[in-house]
Structures are given as C-alpha cells and as structure tokens.
C-alpha cells in the first residue's frame, strides 16, 4: 500500500502527464469542432462555487448560488440572433445539442401527438436516437451528395402519411459536411402537401452561431423568421466552452413557465432536467459581453478563411477537398490511417474525412498538415500541375 504522500506525488505525476498529453494533442486537433480560442481565465474565480440554474431560468430559485440574470441576458442575445419573435421567446441552457433536440421533440409530441418526424440520413446520429426513446415514429430522408437534404426525397415521405401532421428535424451544419438543410424549400414542401400541422426543430449545434453571423442576403435560411419552432446548438463547439453544454431557443413559452413552483426549490419545472449548469450560462454571458456580434462575427470569417486556405493548400498537392462557402469544415478524401489518426480527423465509411477550422486554428497547422500528407504519401499523386505546386488538380466531387 502506498502511504498518502506517495498517493498524492502519483496524483500530481499523473496530472503533469496528462497536462502534457492534451497540450501536445491540441496541436493536431482538426476533426472535432471544440474551439478553445476564447480566454475565460476571468471565470476562473467562479469555479470556487458550487452554481445551479436549477429549473425555468425565467424563476429564481430559493437559493443565491445560480447565474439566472445572466442565462436570461443570453437567452435574450441570441434569441434576437436567430430572429425570434420579440413577443414570442423562450430558452434555457441546456446539457447540449441533443438535449436541445430532445426538447424540440417533447414539445413537437405534445402538440402533434400523432406527427411523423422527418430527418436526413445526415443528420446527427442522436436524432433518430432520441426518436426511438421518445417512441415517435421517425422518416429516414436521403441527402444529397453534399450532406443536404434532398428536399424531393422529403416531399415523398410526407406524401406517404397523407393527413399526419409533420415534424421535421433540420439541421444547420451538419456533423461532416457542415450543409444546411432549408427552410424555405422545407416550407415549401409542406404548402405544396397543405401540411398546416406542422413543427420545425433546426439542430445548430455548430454553425448556428456563425450562419447567423452572416449578411442576410448570404445567410442560409434555418432560423425562426423563416419558419423554425425551435433551434438548439452547443456552447463547447464555436463558442469555445471548455465542458459540454448547449441553448435550446424556442417559441411558445412553456404554460407552466409562470405557473406552480416547485415547493422546496422555488423554480418552475418546465426544462428536461432538474439542475442545470449554471457555469454554461456565465460562459454564454461573457461571450456576449466581451465579444458581442462583431467579435462573434470577426472569429467566424477568420476561421472560414483559414478553412479556404486548407482547401487551396490541399488542391495545390493534389488531394480532393472541398467546403460549403459558409463553413470552416474542409471535407477530405479519407488519408492513409497512420496520417488520418495523427491529426485526429473524423471519417466516415464513404471514404471521406473531415477537419474543422475553428477559431483559433492556424494557417500554420494547415501547412504542417499538408506537409506530412504529401511526406507519407504511398504512391505520388498524378494529374495536372497547380501553378507553383503538386502534382494533380482540385476535384469536387459529383453531385
Ligand atoms: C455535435 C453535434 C451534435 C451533438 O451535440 P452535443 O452538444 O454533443 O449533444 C448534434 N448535432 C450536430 C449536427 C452536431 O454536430
């Protein structure tokens, strides 16, 4: 047995060790879209508190130790982002996007008991998840080659359940492509069918933020002036959160919002769980305040132009890539394992990667990137010669 000094100097060691490997591992981070660019060393302090938004963020607790005012202020900030009606919002800090969707659907299922929910076969893999433990009968819709959903392969779902009212769950950036589904042409869709029942979740969870961002003249239409219900997205991805979290923006205030309380708490229940980070809502509130629209806006175009910057680098050696205009994910053709597992990249079984050009990820690990993929390349690409570089040309692939 160890004695307690020994215990503690293994605890150290072993914190050292690991502060190492993620400080080490952060270099090559590119599949997944955490940002970590933000300094929150402010919040620091905070940490020294146990905090809990326990319940409605809209009713304050018995207790003092929550951040409510902030939530609320947040909730307010990108509620006007995503164009909610001013008269007409609701929100709460969720524990991520997939409560976020499991929050859209309640709320779809209690209002269309009898709808049929419609996804792409591109949307994150815990929406048909989150379908089958809410026993909702779900559709499967083709997307298209770039991660869209085809919106002729929707017309014909909703057409096969003639009178059912529709639930469609959209996505805005999806998982490896970063496309986004349409609002307007998924509108459509449902005018054509006269589907006055219906109820429109747009899952966010990385791009939100960013595409609303945008000029509105070259803004996808995925929020609720174009005709969501409800919008999700996670706080540990653009937002750069440093634990998991996420914000489900919605209309239709919950009835019991500023109904009973729960007694012993002094909260309204009308959020999934009982306690909430209340950490996540002083991170979503410094956001706001230290960068507000502008710095958001700033950290989107920078990461949109080292994403760009990737693509060229990668068309200059030769190796397809390519992106959606408005999106930091540069999608690949799949490296060889030992190069794909070096620089961490998400691959699906298409034969495609991806890397994700958060802010705060440099031009400087593009060309590292680039460099080792053409040193470990197995065999020489061929093709025709970029003006001052590799060996083969730019090729998008065939919708
Ligand atoms: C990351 C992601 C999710 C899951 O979000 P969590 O915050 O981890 O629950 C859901 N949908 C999409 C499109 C995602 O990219």
Redesign the pocket.
């Given at each position: 047995m160890p004695s307690q000094g020994d215990a503690d100097n293994d605890t150290d060691a072993e914190l050292a060790d690991l502060l190492v490997r993620l400080s080490r591992a952060r270099e090559t981070k590119l599949g997944f879209?955490g940002a970590e660019d933000i300094d929150f060393s402010a919040l620091l302090p905070f940490f020294a508190f146990e905090l809990n938004n326990i319940g409605d963020p809209y009713t304050d607790p018995v207790f003092d130790h929550h951040t409510k005012p902030m939530e609320r202020e947040a909730i307010e900030f990108f509620a006007d982002l995503f164009r909610a009606p001013a008269d007409d919002r609701w929100g709460y800090v969720t524990?991520?996007?997939?409560?976020?969707?499991q929050y859209g659907m309640r709320r779809a299922r209690d209002i269309y008991g009898d709808g049929v929910a419609d996804h792409s076969t591109a949307?994150?893999y815990?929406?048909p998840r989150v379908l089958v433990d809410f026993q909702m009968p779900a559709v499967a819709v083709d997307a298209d080659a770039f991660g869209e959903m085809d919106y002729r392969a929707l017309h014909a779902a909703v057409a096969a359940n003639p009178g059912r009212p529709a639930i469609v769950l959209a996505?805005a950036?999806?998982?490896m492509t970063e496309a986004v589904d349409d609002l307007g042409k998924i509108g459509k869709v449902l005018d054509d069918l006269g589907v006055q029942d219906r109820y429109i979740h747009v899952?966010?969870?990385?791009s939100g933020v960013p595409l609303a961002l945008l000029p509105v003249d070259r803004r996808p239409r995925f929020d609720f002036a174009d005709g969501a219900d409800s919008i999700g997205f996670?706080t540990?991805?653009f937002l750069a959160g440093r634990w998991?979290?996420?914000l489900v923006l919605a209309t239709g205030t919950p009835a019991h919002h500023a109904g009973p309380r729960i007694s012993y708490t002094g909260a309204a229940d009308t959020v999934l769980t009982c306690s909430r980070n209340a950490h996540t809502a002083l991170h979503l509130w410094y956001c706001i305040r230290k960068l507000g629209r502008e710095g958001l806006r700033r950290r989107a175009e920078s990461a949109r132009d080292v994403a760009e910057y990737a693509v060229t680098r990668l068309a200059q050696i030769g190796w397809e890539a390519w992106r959606h205009p408005h999106a930091c994910t540069v999608v690949l053709r799949t490296p060889a394992p030992h190069v794909a597992r070096a620089w961490q990249l998400a691959t699906g079984d298409d034969g495609w990667s991806h890397m994700v050009w958060v802010p705060g990820r440099t031009i400087d690990q593009v060309d590292r990137f680039v460099a080792d993929l053409w040193d470990k390349l197995a065999e020489p690409l061929t093709g025709e010669p970029l003006a001052g570089a590799g060996r083969l040309r730019y090729v998008v692939p065939a919708a």
């Open positions: 879209p524990s991520g996007s997939t409560e976020c969707v949307a994150h815990k929406v996505t950036g999806t998982t899952d966010a969870a990385l996670s540990h991805k998991p979290g996420g």
